[in-house]
């Protein structure tokens, strides 16, 4: 099952909150015939505009290939939040591999909060860029554990951008009564993603990228000078970085072991009034909860609520795409249930076994990175000034990435269908009994 295709229309962008207000791109011509170049970067989401940027940037010759349109995949259709951290805590990170090694990644995941507002200022980009994320606990015996870790990150990283929220201090930041506390990270932020990418895309034009959409990569033929294959052309690189994530389907093996496809979805609710959006979220932050299939919500610059949730048990989306995430945004907000939902859609994302993103050198002419499990918008920005450092022959950053042991998932790409909908049963019951 290709999930390139499988859920939307070929060359256009699923209906979305997120399309009907993006600041729109004229369409690039797909790729016709031979192309040669220094850098071939497959993929035209966060990872793959940020490499080719920071490389044409850096002088080289870059031909960026997309499958559909610039940012149609997840960088396009996601929650906006841009997350503290790496998708694991400090704590567990220090557990699985040392101290040193965890303050490495923290630091570099500090870093990909200060591209994202470095690249919207560098390119005046116009994505609704807000400061802060709460994350926001639902059961009490977990609370203590999350006074813990905003300390820890306080005394031990010198991050004093959280702050700990009790159950009084929540229910004042959040219109609910689902949630005991959470924390107040105000060096976390949210934006417009599609518009965030299509900014990208913007500067790698200006920059002399040479785009082409409607592009989808078929093979890669390995060598001094590798050949990337299209359905009508080729082009052959020195280079080639891979940044496709939840839509590289098999085109290389060795990632799709590492990296599964999986569904998210949302919604956007018609425009609140300003004392209703006030009354759902007081600071105009985003929101993450506790739940591991995790509820995410802001509001948009029009003050409609975006929620996102519900769990997939396959790869087709759901016939009733409003009904996936409307239901759990009804729990945490009961008092939106006479709200008209605008828009719902759903996108494929890639996540890992240890939730870490996978850094891969497939040759060692071939970058990866991928699997950002759900906390892309910025590692995977990052992701791709790091692939490109690297091929420019600075590699210490891909190099503390890559050492994160990665874990391919039981039974290979086969088995892929059956172990999420098992693991998405589990979790989902999980959820809700515990």
């Known amino acids: 099952m290709n999930l390139l295709h499988v859920n939307d229309v070929a060359g256009q962008y699923p209906a979305s909150y997120y399309a009907a207000t993006a600041k729109e791109l004229p369409h690039f011509s797909p790729l016709l015939g031979g192309q040669t170049c220094d850098v071939c970067v497959v993929g035209g989401g966060y990872t793959g505009l940020s490499a080719a940027l920071h490389l044409a940037e850096a002088g080289y010759d870059v031909v960026l290939l997309e499958a559909q349109r610039l940012g149609f995949g997840a960088s396009g259709r996601n929650g906006g939040q841009v997350g ?14 040392g101290l040193t090694h965890a303050k490495q990644l923290w630091d570099i995941a500090e870093a990909s909060k200060s591209i994202i507002a470095d690249l919207i200022t560098k390119h005046n980009i116009s994505c609704d860029y807000k400061p802060g994320i709460l994350h926001a606990e639902l059961r009490a015996k977990y609370l203590s554990h999350t006074a813990d870790y905003v300390r820890k ?3 031990e990283y010198a991050y004093d951008k959280i702050e700990f929220l009790d159950a009084e201090q929540i229910a004042l930041a959040l219109g609910t009564n689902a949630y005991c506390g959470g924390s107040m990270d105000w060096g976390a932020a949210h934006l417009h993603p599609l518009n965030f ?5 913007r500067a790698c034009e200006r920059a002399g990228v040479r785009i082409f959409e409607q592009s989808e990569v078929t093979k890669i033929d390995r060598g001094k000078q590798a050949i990337v294959h299209t359905s009508e052309g ?28 999986i569904n998210n979805f949302i919604v956007a609710t018609a425009p609140l009034e300003d004392d209703m959006a006030r009354e759902l979220i007081r600071d105009d932050v985003g929101v993450a909860d ?54 719902a859609w759903g996108g494929t994302l890639g996540i890992t076994m240890n939730r ?8 060692k002419n071939i970058f990866s990175a991928s699997g950002f499990s759900g906390h892309g918008v910025a590692m995977a920005t990052l992701a791709g ?22 874990i391919s998932f039981p039974g290979g790409v086969g088995m892929r269908l059956p172990l999420l909908a098992l693991a998405m049963s589990w979790y989902s019951l999980r959820d809700r009994f515990s």
């Open 290 to 343: 506790s739940k591991f299939v995790v509820n995410y919500y802001r509001l948009s610059a029009d003050k409609r609520l975006l929620f996102g949730g519900g769990e997939s048990y396959g790869y087709k989306f759901p016939k009733d795409l409003a009904a996936k995430a409307q239901k759990p945004m009804l729990e945490i907000f009961p008092q939106l249930a006479d709200v008209p939902i605008d828009y």
């Open 385 to 406: 000034q790091i692939m490109a450092e690297t091929i420019g022959g600075t590699a210490e950053r891909f190099d503390i990435m890559e050492k994160v042991p990665s």
């Open 197 to 201: 990418a299509l900014g990208l895309a």
């Open 356 to 363: 870490m993103p996978d850094f891969r050198r497939l040759d």
């Open 84 to 97: 503290s951290g790496q998708r694991r805590e400090q704590d567990e990170l220090e557990d699985m591999l």
């Open 153 to 155: 990150l306080q005394s």
């Open 234 to 261: 080729q082009v052959r690189a020195d280079f080639v970085a891979l940044g496709a994530n939840g839509y590289l389907g098999n085109l290389e093996p060795k990632i799709a072991n590492h990296v599964m496809p």
